[in-house]
């Protein structure tokens, strides 16, 4: 597909990814949205903001993934009846984010056939929008039940085990509901919100720079993709390229963090199936991998290492041997545990089939990240839209098609090897030079995105500042938005006992998209 | 000291015996697992501070539990205490000893998990009665199994009290029996699925939707928690004292041999080690295998155990 198909005037936005913004009718969205989707593209964000203190309405945000790259639309709603034509119909992964839209902004998706609440539970009033900027969020709400409507399922023997939102491990809250019937699994609904602490109201407190902080632990896990894609939308809209040493160790960091957060996940699926050996031998690797990090760039997660303009630490000088001689023995020992994982048969038998996604319904379904390359959807930022440094590294994307719990930890294996190699790279390359470009001021009503491909997914930072270098609306979207819901599918005929381990191999955000 | 009263003595003896290192084997299975996944592990004593943990924190009752849901862990652990006091673990002549019948064992196992089942019904969360569901599907096919293992015993000595089989296997010229051997694994197979390990159930998950045993006893807590903790290794070191005497009875001290009881002592010592760690070792080289291939699991053990009955016929042996 060429932007020129698409008769809209786009403007390119600065930055580090290929990005193409336009302003749209409301009576464009559901045409715009069908021709990029028939041309293989892929929603990736939804969000609102209220303009309304610079004289105008509402707005809606629609961020959309093409082969050229990423389309930003963005369309004016009413002050008083904000509402836009549903897209849920063409991209399914839309109706969480429009209902979220709703409940933080008032924004009403029209004919969606899913109106219900999403993230409001009972804990604020209903007609209470925390997102528009007359909302004082130090005010004490009512609270009330949550009553939320589940979909029922009827029939002889059918009945519902609600799980969580507690559960009985250390693990993040969420509510799951399932229809059984015996031990098989009709549906799945689940309950998200319970982490939801007002991250986005948060930052229009602050100005740009502070935000980067906030940016950081919107999903701790992931803290370096975050800071990275919001260093990079302040950094478009201010013009600032980070020096080259800074813009290697950013990927340095990143590749860390996926190395470590997948030895992790491999070592949990281990664990899930009662194979305490693998997770304690993935888990013996990533406690290495972190007292590495916490050694050579002080901090065991990264957390604040990337900043606008830059990077906060440096590579000391007896840093390289030592991850030079750690990546060799990774990849020794990662060698020898897949090879245990491949030729154990129980782990196996559980692996293989479950939880399967078939590719097909996940192009439907808009699955991404990676048990979107599971499941066949190859997409990665690293390897589609390689920024800076990535343009030099030549990242070999891994994908399966079985979209199993099998496929998604080879890709893993697979992407935790890459990331070795990938270190050795960055590692070779890194001459010495500055580590930050001073960040100037961003103009008043610029319009800035960030996106990274984190070890979920791509992560999506879009961003507006007003005057002072105030930030007006900073919206992270984080890729278990889309992932969610068809992790509801992956488990339909499936056994209950096998849900944990499909869940895992998921390995989802809570916090990242209950915000 | 009449015959009687020393008799009444060592039955005490033993029953106070089992219960007290009954949490020191699951302690050991623990420990050797840890030492096997290159963890430093909590110590053989762990269960020990656990169980003293539970007895001093407050129980939590539901408001809907019947008196059922509270005499449970009472029962449960003077099932696992009577059947771990009535096998021959040091010696076979015990005034207890008449009452060892094999069939009555599997009887007294099964009154425990009926009233486990019924209490984990009783407060009606869902997975409770998912447990219960879980459990009786295993147990329906465990104790088949079960019996076709002691039959099998019970056809070379002509009796199924233990301690008559284990004077038969033990205190006479020793014999190779290749049904024994039949017997045997399909008995270690049994024995993991009944005591909720590895392959069958694993009783180290956090993970609710997974949960065999754990999933039943879910909602309790305190001192009722630490009787079915506690009645839990019990009986596992029932189990594991009944494959003794069936497999490998040596070392057990004959009727009225008083002096060959420390030995006795040594020789259950030694056993047990071996036992804990050969667990340990099976449950780290297995995964948890899916719940519906429990029956193909159980189904194999019986099989087992049948082959053993058979090869009895054909070879007399």
């Known amino acids: ?301 990264l957390m604040d290492r990337i900043i606008p303009g830059g990077v906060a630490c440096d590579l000391p000088p007896q840093g390289k041997a030592r991850l030079l001689a750690e990546t060799e023995k990774l990849e020794q020992e990662i060698g020898t545990l897949r090879a245990i994982y491949d030729e154990h048969a129980g782990l196996q038998d559980r692996f293989l089939t479950t939880g399967r996604v078939s590719p097909d319904r996940a192009a439907k379904l808009g699955l991404t990240g990676l048990p979107g390359r599971a499941s066949g959807q190859a997409w990665d930022l690293r390897a589609q839209y390689p920024c800076a440094p990535y343009n030099e590294l030549d990242v070999r994307m891994a994908t399966h098609r079985n979209g199993d719990v099998a496929a998604r930890a080879i890709v893993r294996v697979e992407e935790v090897l890459e990331s070795l190699r990938l270190t050795r790279l960055i590692l070779d390359k890194l001459t010495e030079g500055p580590l930050t470009a001073p960040v100037p001021s961003a103009p008043a009503g610029a319009y800035g995105i960030g996106m990274v491909e984190g070890w979920r997914g791509e992560v999506l930072i879009g961003l507006q500042v007003g005057a002072d270098n105030r930030i007006a609306r900073m919206h992270p979207h984080d890729p278990s938005w889309q992932n969610w819901p068809v992790l509801e599918h992956a488990v339909i005929g499936n056994i209950v006992p096998d849900f944990p381990l499909i869940n895992k191999s998921f390995n989802l955000s809570y916090t990242g998209q209950d915000l | 000291m009449s015959a009687q009263l020393s008799g009444i003595l060592f039955q005490l003896f033993q029953s106070l015996l089992v219960v007290a290192i009954a949490p020191l084997l699951l302690g050991w299975v623990n420990q050797c697992r840890a030492w096997l996944q290159n963890r430093s592990g909590a110590g053989v004593l762990q269960p020990y501070r656990t169980l003293r943990k539970l007895f001093h924190k407050d129980a939590v009752i539901a408001h809907n539990a019947s008196p059922l849901f509270r005499v449970t862990p009472y029962i449960l652990f003077s099932c696992m205490w009577l059947a771990a006091g009535v096998v021959p673990v040091l010696a076979t002549d015990l005034p207890f000893s008449p009452a060892a019948d094999v069939i009555a064992l599997v009887g007294i196992f099964a009154l425990a998990r009926v009233f486990i089942a019924l209490a984990a019904m009783d407060i009606g969360t869902s997975f409770g009665t998912l447990g219960a569901r879980r459990e009786m599907l295993v147990a329906f096919l465990a104790e088949p199994a079960l019996l076709m293992v002691f039959f099998t015993a019970s056809l070379i000595s002509h009796s199924t009290q233990l301690p008559t089989i284990v004077e038969a296997l033990a205190h006479t010229q020793f014999t190779l029996y290749p049904s024994m051997a039949f017997a045997a694994i399909a008995f270690v197979m049994i024995l993991l699925a009944e005591n909720a390990r590895i392959p069958v159930d694993n009783p180290t998950t956090h993970l609710e939707l997974t949960m065999i045993h754990e999933a039943m006893i879910l909602e309790y807590s305190a001192r009722h928690l630490a009787l079915i903790e506690w009645a839990s290794s019990i009986k596992l070191l029932a189990y594991t004292t009944i494959g003794f005497a069936l497999f490998v009875p040596y070392g057990i001290a004959e009727a009225g041999n008083w002096a060959a009881l420390p030995l006795a002592l040594i020789a259950l010592g030694v056993k047990l080690v071996a036992a804990g760690a050969g667990l340990a070792l099976l449950e780290t080289i297995s995964a948890k295998m899916r719940i519906f291939r429990a029956p193909e699991f159980l189904g194999t053990a019986f099989l087992l155990a049948v082959l053993g009955m058979l090869i009895h016929f054909l070879l007399g042996a």
């Open chain 1, 1 to 301: 597909m060429q932007l020129e198909d698409l008769n809209i005037e786009f403007h390119a936005l600065a930055g580090a990814i290929p990005a193409w913004r336009a302003q749209i009718g409301a009576d464009r969205l559901q045409p715009v949205c069908a021709q990029v989707r028939e041309s293989g593209g892929r929603l990736l964000a939804l969000w609102g903001s209220d303009e309304r203190a610079n004289g105008q309405g509402f707005a809606l945000h629609v961020a959309l993934a093409t082969h050229p790259g990423l389309l930003m639309l963005s369309l004016a709603l009413d002050a008083n009846q904000p509402a836009y034509p549903d897209i849920s119909a063409i991209f399914p992964p839309a109706e969480r984010m429009q209902r979220a839209a709703y409940d933080m902004l008032g924004l009403c998706a029209k004919d969606a056939v899913d109106q219900r609440k999403w993230i409001r539970h009972g804990c604020w009033p209903e007609g209470q929008f925390p997102l528009r900027k007359e909302f004082d969020f130090t005010q004490k709400m009512a609270t009330g039940l949550d009553a939320y409507p589940f979909i029922p399922v009827l029939g002889d023997g059918v009945h519902e085990i609600p799980v969580g939102p507690v559960h009985a491990g250390t693990i993040e809250p969420g509510h799951f509901r399932f229809s059984i019937v015996g031990e098989r699994v009709l549906r799945l609904e689940e309950r998200l919100g319970y982490k939801h602490k007002g991250i986005e109201k948060l930052a229009e407190t602050m100005d740009a720079l502070q935000g980067a902080k906030l940016a950081g632990r919107v999903s701790g896990d992931a803290t370096c993709a975050y800071a990275w894609a919001y260093a990079m939308a302040l950094e478009s809209m201010t013009g600032v390229t980070p020096p080259p040493r800074a813009l290697l160790l950013r990927a340095l960091l990143l590749e860390r963090e996926r190395i470590h957060n997948h030895l992790g996940d491999l070592g949990y699926l281990g664990n899930d199936v009662a194979l305490s050996f693998g997770f304690a031998q993935f888990w013996i690797l990533k406690e290495d991998v972190l007292r590495a990090n916490g050694a050579l760039f002080g901090h065991r997660y």
